[in-house]
C-alpha cells in the first residue's frame, strides 16, 4: 500500500494516546492542529468470502492484501474473483481551542454516512467521524505544558513555542474531529 502523509502532531491525545510536541495557535487565530494521510491500494481480486467478510488483492507488485470489508459494502456477494479493486483511505483530523464560555461538556460522539454508488459492481464511499470534546485543565506557560481531559483520558502535552499558549485559559474547550473516508470501486 502506496502511502502520502502530511501531518503535523498535537498529540491526537484525546484518545489516541499520542505524545509529543504539539503546535497551538492563539483561540480564534487558527485550528490547534491539522493533518491529513491519505493511502491507496489496488489489486485484482483473488479471494472473497462473503460470510467471513475477508477478500484477497493481489497487488501490481504481487503482493497479496487481505482485507476486512465492513458490513456497510451491502453487495460483496457481487464481487468476483479476477474483478479490479481500488481503494483510497483519505483520514484528517482538525483540532480547535474554543473559550471556556463556549466550552461543552466533555464528551464524544461518532457517526458513519454510506454514499453507494448505482451499477453492476460495488462502489461508493464511506465517512466516518469521530468529534471529541475536551478541556484545558491545566497549564504552564513556563515549561510549555498543556493538560487536557478528554472523555477516557487526562493527557499532558509538550507545546513546541510556548509563547503560543498566550490567550489559552484553564477552561477553555478543545474539539478534535476526526475523519476517515474510504472511497472503493469495484471493476
Known sequence: ??????????????????????????????????????????????????????MTLKDADGVYHVLHVPPEVSRIDQIKIGDEVRITQISTALIELVPADEAGLVASERSTDVDRQAGKKPSG??????????????????KGTLTIEGPNQTRRLDVDDPSLLEGVSVGDGVIARFQNLIIGEVR
Not at 489516541?16 to 480564534?28: E, H, N, V
Not at 493533518?35 to 462473503?50: D, I, P, R, T
Not at 464511499?125 to 513556563?142: E, R
Open 1 to 54: 500500500m502506496q502511502k502520502k502523509s502530511s501531518t503535523l502532531m498535537l498529540g491526537a491525545a484525546l484518545i489516541l494516546g499520542a505524545g509529543g510536541p504539539a503546535r497551538l495557535y492563539a483561540q480564534g487565530a487558527e485550528p490547534a492542529m491539522e493533518g491529513m494521510m491519505s493511502a491507496q491500494l489496488s489489486g485484482k481480486v483473488m479471494v472473497v468470502n462473503a460470510e467471513t467478510r475477508l
Open 125 to 142: 464511499s464511506m465517512t466516518d467521524t469521530l468529534t471529541i470534546y475536551g478541556k484545558v485543565v491545566a497549564m504552564d506557560s513556563a
